[in-house]
């Protein structure tokens, strides 16, 4: 193929990166949590996109560079780790199928993504391409979940950006004890950034950097303002999102909410008070605050409009909904990201009984045998 294996989930840091996080948040172990679609940079280039199509169609087997991509990916950090003499542990996460949580609030979230002629290549040739991909994920999926120190969580129908801040805030006992780095492009994730310990690691065309809670504003608004991190989520759902259809708040952009921001805090009180109110069924805008800013009368007055995009684009409401919500298909999309989690899940513990596992299902991995040995490390 014209794209070699290791540049398909190029999301790939320098030793640098990841030996300052360590040195910053003076912890001794390192998770990462990968972005998976958002990490696989050669799904959204067209010369890849038509050589996996015409390999798979002149092989008549499914292509398998997408999962070998993987292997390489972990292979990568676990040496890096083994060189530092440090513990890591990753987890990948993604989904498959429209977020039905989210066309509660927003029928058309997502919807302009949906391509039926992906690079003008045929709606055929299009198919295969998607099947291509799903079949590759749910290959890392299976194998990834066997081996030492990764897990991968997959959830239907469901969107899985929430995951990190699920995992650190609520899944796992000891978050405090390591430095949490997120590898994805995902503005969204921002608001994870709430502690000295975590970190988004952010690949660009045009360059790659590690950002920390106190770039966090910088990046949304192009200034620093004096305000807690943990009012991201606020910002992100008054100025919407065009990537996934939520449509924001119209006529209140960036410059005027940096005006307002100060007054608008002021009137809902911490976060806390606003996911109470919610939880409460009441308005997060107090009847008791007369103003004559038109950008918070216009707040007051979409008021419905404003809390349905903040429940699209809220981690903390996403996982609410993912922990008291009783429907039993969420119940086991939750105890199935517990299970991929669980640290005392049996791993494959040798590269030759990952290598006879292969030969057995027919499988030809186009990765090196030394990245595969370098996965039990």
Not at 34 to 47: C, F, G, Q
Not at 94 to 102: A, D, I, N, P, R
Not at 217 to 240: C, R
């Amino acid at each position: 193929m014209s794209i070699g294996v290791a540049q398909i989930m190029s999301y790939y840091p320098k030793y640098a990166y990841l030996d300052k996080v360590l040195e910053v948040s003076g912890k001794k172990k390192l998770v990462l949590h990968i972005d998976l679609k958002n990490s696989l940079r050669a799904l959204y280039l067209e010369p890849f996109v038509k050589d996996i199509v015409n390999e798979t169609q002149m092989a008549r087997h499914i292509d398998v560079s997408i999962f070998a991509s993987f292997i390489e990916f972990v292979s990568f950090h676990k040496q890096y780790a083994t060189k530092r003499g440090l513990d890591m542990e990753m987890y990948f996460f993604y989904e498959q199928g429209t977020s039905s949580y989210h066309e509660m609030y927003n029928k058309g979230y997502k919807r302009s993504r949906l391509i039926n002629n992906l690079f003008n290549i045929g709606e055929s040739y299009t198919e295969v391409f998607y099947k291509v991909v799903s079949k590759n994920l749910d290959l890392i999926r299976k194998v990834g979940n066997k081996l030492p120190g990764c897990s991968v969580v997959f959830l239907d129908f469901l969107d899985a950006d929430f995951i990190p801040y699920y995992l650190i805030n609520r899944a796992f006992t000891n978050a405090n004890e390591s430095v949490h780095l997120i590898y994805s492009n995902d503005k969204d994730h921002y608001q994870i950034l709430t502690h000295d310990n975590t970190f988004q690691f952010i690949k660009g065309w045009k360059g790659s950097k590690i950002i920390g809670k106190k770039d966090v504003w910088h990046q949304i608004l192009k200034e620093d303002i004096p305000y807690d991190v943990s009012y991201v989520p606020i910002f992100h759902a008054i100025l919407g999102d065009v990537g996934d259809d939520i449509p924001g708040i119209d006529g209140i952009g960036p410059k005027t909410l940096i005006k307002i921001a100060g007054e608008l805090f002021s009137m809902i009180g911490p976060i806390e008070d606003v996911y109470k109110n919610l939880k409460e069924k009441k308005s997060v805008f107090p009847d008791r605050h007369i103003t004559d800013t038109k950008a918070i009368q216009t707040l007051k007055i979409q008021e419905k409009l404003f809390t349905d995009c903040l429940y699209q684009v809220s981690y903390y409401l996403m996982s609410e909904f993912f922990d008291s919500n009783s429907n039993t298909e969420v119940m086991k999309k939750r105890k199935r990201v517990l299970d991929d989690i669980n640290p005392d899940r049996p791993r494959i513990r040798n590269g030759n009984v990952l290598y006879e596992a292969f030969e057995k299902s027919g499988i030809s991995v186009p990765a090196n045998e030394q990245s595969i040995f370098n996965l039990f490390q």
